[in-house]
């Protein structure tokens, strides 16, 4: 008999990716906020971000939103989201991979990719997250390795040298950008995971590890080139990309070793849809755990 039930491998899977879903798509704003504190504003969300996410996991063992009318509200909120994500990441895609290529044509394939994976249920995109996380850790490994050729430590500055309700303002903004995607887990039903003992750890160490991943990507971009050259480019982690072409033997292959980048938005974008689909189609009432 197939189990099915989600795996904590495959729900941490996702976890991470819902982690880092906005990173690329959204660092250059906290960057224009906290300038060459950035950092300091990414270990402050952080850690804002580990403190909330526990009220996640606790209400995940008790949210029951039955109501018709807060399920229509709760619709409607994450389609403005979807919205809002699915032309960031076509922007992100048209600006970066596709120069040449029209946005509202590559918008309509990504949504159609969107939806192909949301016809299932949450076992299959977490089956998938989890699928997608092994090809992603080897291309980071790369990227990593490659980057290391471009840094230069020049660029280390003195922390605090910006005003710091700019740093506060940007750890805000960071903490936002990385709870809305978590926000999701709260619909996945929590009596549909295998093992849920142990979930809260697995959960919290794919948070950490995605946090970790995030720091890694930031420091690569700072010790790549100034503040204000990244604060010049919608998507300034494409730098650290730009840099293998010239650095590293597979500098060739430097864009197919990016897209990596995408797996998270696509990943997030294809879970809000199945979680609207559920919510609309009164199949999602999570019951407490006894």
């Given at each position: 008999?197939?189990?099915?039930?989600i795996g904590l491998l495959q729900l941490a899977s996702l976890t991470f990716f819902?982690?880092?879903?906005?990173?690329?798509?959204?660092?250059?704003?906290?960057?224009?906020?906290?300038?060459?504190?950035?950092?300091?504003?990414?270990?402050?969300?952080?850690?804002?971000?580990?403190?909330?996410?526990?009220?996640?996991?606790?209400?995940?063992?008790?949210?029951?939103?039955?109501?018709?009318y807060l399920k229509i509200i709760i619709s409607l909120i994450l389609s403005i989201?979807?919205?809002?994500?699915?032309?960031?990441?076509?922007?992100?895609?048209?600006?970066?991979?596709?120069?040449?290529?029209?946005?509202?044509?590559?918008?309509?394939?990504?949504?159609?990719?969107?939806?192909?994976?949301?016809?299932?249920?949450?076992?299959?995109?977490?089956?998938?997250?989890?699928?997608?996380?092994?090809?992603?850790?080897?291309?980071?490994?790369?990227?990593?390795?490659?980057?290391?050729?471009?840094?230069?430590?020049?660029?280390?500055?003195?922390?605090?040298?910006?005003?710091?309700?700019?740093?506060?303002?940007?750890?805000?903004?960071?903490?936002?950008?990385?709870?809305?995607?978590?926000?999701?887990?709260?619909?996945?039903?929590?009596?549909?995971?295998?093992?849920?003992?142990?979930?809260?750890?697995?959960?919290?160490?794919?948070?950490?590890?995605?946090?970790?991943?995030?720091?890694?990507?930031?420091?690569?971009?700072?010790?790549?080139?100034?503040?204000?050259?990244?604060?010049?480019y919608n998507y300034p982690f494409m730098l650290v990309i730009n840099s293998l072409?010239?650095?590293?033997?597979?500098?060739?292959?430097?864009?197919?070793?990016?897209?990596?980048?995408?797996?998270?938005?696509?990943?997030?974008?294809?879970?809000?849809?199945?979680?609207?689909?559920?919510?609309?189609?009164?199949?999602?009432?999570?019951?407490?755990?006894?």
């Amino acid at each position: 008999m197939t189990n099915k039930k989600i795996g904590l491998l495959q729900l941490a899977s996702l976890t991470f990716f819902l982690s880092i879903s906005s990173f690329p798509l959204f660092i250059e704003k906290v960057i224009k906020i906290s300038k060459s504190d950035t950092i300091i504003s990414i270990i402050l969300g952080s850690i804002i971000t580990l403190i909330i996410f526990k009220g996640i996991l606790v209400l995940r063992k008790k949210v029951k939103p039955k109501n018709k009318y807060l399920k229509i509200i709760i619709s409607l909120i994450l389609s403005i989201i979807f919205i809002y994500l699915l032309l960031e990441t076509t922007n992100f895609i048209t600006d970066t991979y596709l120069s040449s290529g029209n946005f509202y044509s590559i918008l309509i394939l990504l949504l159609l990719m969107c939806l192909t994976i949301s016809l299932k249920d949450y076992k299959e995109i977490t089956s998938l997250s989890l699928i997608l996380i092994f090809i992603f850790i080897p291309l980071f490994a790369i990227n990593i390795i490659g980057s290391t050729f471009s840094l230069d430590l020049t660029y280390l500055k003195v922390p605090f040298t910006n005003n710091i309700i700019d740093i506060l303002k940007g750890s805000v903004l960071f903490f936002i950008y990385e709870i809305v995607p978590l926000l999701l887990l709260l619909f996945i039903p929590y009596n549909e995971i295998d093992n849920r003992k142990k979930q809260d750890k697995y959960l919290y160490l794919a948070l950490i590890f995605g946090l970790i991943i995030i720091i890694i990507d930031y420091l690569l971009l700072y010790f790549s080139t100034s503040t204000n050259i990244l604060t010049s480019y919608n998507y300034p982690f494409m730098l650290v990309i730009n840099s293998l072409s010239s650095t590293f033997i597979l500098g060739r292959l430097s864009y197919i070793i990016s897209f990596y980048l995408l797996f998270s938005p696509l990943i997030t974008l294809s879970l809000i849809i199945c979680v609207i689909k559920q919510l609309e189609l009164n199949k999602y009432i999570p019951k407490t755990q006894e």
